[in-house]
């Protein structure tokens, strides 16, 4: 695994470094640059860290420059590497969803889930051992608030859905919004003469239909004119992606209710099911690449969202029996 950092930089001071997280092109951190100041957009893992302290080498960042590192939210791909990162950066604050902070400053239960979905081997090698950070470095973020970098003002909004503890940034100058995982996922080997592919990320644990689209929704009412995901990176012509993401996840919910009565079997149902629904969609979108480098790029996101519809599945029965028993 290489240190050497890959980088598409856009209009605007904001540059996408490549963290390695599985294989390249699959997750993003953005670097951020403006009058002067800098700050991070997700982190990666551990193992990402060489990396982007590269990124600000090639850029003749000083790592004192770095002002925040702002965690869209704390799902270890996003934040895994944000403790270890700040041993570098003197000046950084982390700046985190309310409900994000304790998993950030004892990140053992955040651990621990993490363990559960993926297993304690495979767990290790994706994460080695996130760093704690100190509560003096951690700055929250009010749905609404406002922060400076150098000369720009950003606006963070709360945006549940994907996870309860997310935030995205509304960057005026650009006329962009860094979306973290709320505005899903696009990989770029789907991209085709029709422009890029996208779909939901729905992993555990609080997957929320209703509040995936009202976070979709609110995105849109700022009409960016580009997105920036952590998976991966710019995406343009948003009015058609929303469409899609609004679609997609109404066919998620449709295949997670239709797998609900199979019991232990309906993970594997879903999974079935999703993964034929999604190959239909990419080949409709124009892609040709061989089918086993599709499943490839498909395999952990229909095994995270299954899961995650599983969850949601269980707590929509939960509360649909706690009403019934009232």
């Known amino acids: 695994m290489s240190n050497i950092p890959a980088l598409w930089d856009f209009d605007h001071g904001i540059t996408a470094v490549d963290t390695d997280y599985v294989r390249p092109r699959l997750d993003a951190s953005h670097l951020l640059v403006r009058g002067g100041r800098a700050a991070f957009v997700d982190v990666g893992v551990n193992h990402s860290v060489p990396r982007l302290l590269a990124a600000l080498g090639k850029k003749n960042i000083d ?84 922060l400076r970098l150098g000369d720009s003002e950003l606006l963070f909004i709360h945006t549940p859905g994907h996870a309860l503890h997310h935030y995205c940034i509304v960057d005026h100058d650009s006329r962009g919004v860094f979306a973290g995982d709320t505005f899903g996922i696009s990989y770029r080997a789907f991209n085709t003469v029709k422009g890029a592919f996208i779909f939901p990320a729905t992993t555990p644990t609080h997957f929320d ?41 109404d066919a998620y919910v449709s295949i997670a209710h239709s797998c609900a009565g199979r019991g232990a079997e309906r993970i594997a149902c879903m999974k079935t099911l999703m993964h034929a ?48 028993t009232r």
Not at 233 to 240: A, Y
Not at 297 to 308: F, P, T, V, Y
Request: glycine letters at 6%; aromatic letters at 6%; charged letters at 20%.
């Open 63 to 146: 790592p004192g420059d770095v002002d925040y590192v702002f965690l869209t939210h704390v799902h270890l791909d996003h934040a895994g590497g944000a403790g270890e990162l700040l041993q570098h950066l003197p000046n950084a604050r982390v700046v985190l969803h309310p409900r994000g902070v304790p998993h950030m400053l004892a990140p053992d239960k955040l651990i621990a889930g993490t363990q559960a979905v993926y297993g304690e081997t495979l767990f290790a090698r994706l994460y080695g051992e996130p760093r704690a950070i100190p509560p003096e470095r951690v700055m929250e973020v009010a749905d609404g608030a406002r």
């Open 209 to 249: 239909p209703q509040q995936a689209h009202a976070s979709l929704d609110r995105i849109m009412s700022f009409e960016p004119e580009a997105v920036f995901l952590t998976h991966y990176s710019r995406v343009l012509d948003t009015p058609r992606l929303a469409a899609d993401m609004h679609a997609c996840l």
């Open 277 to 324: 629904w999604l190959v239909q969609r990419v080949r409709a979108h124009g892609c040709t690449l061989d089918q086993d480098s599709v499943d490839l790029w498909l395999a952990m996101d229909i095994d995270l969202n299954a899961k995650g519809l599983a969850a949601w599945l269980d707590r929509t029965e939960l509360a649909t029996l706690n009403i019934q």
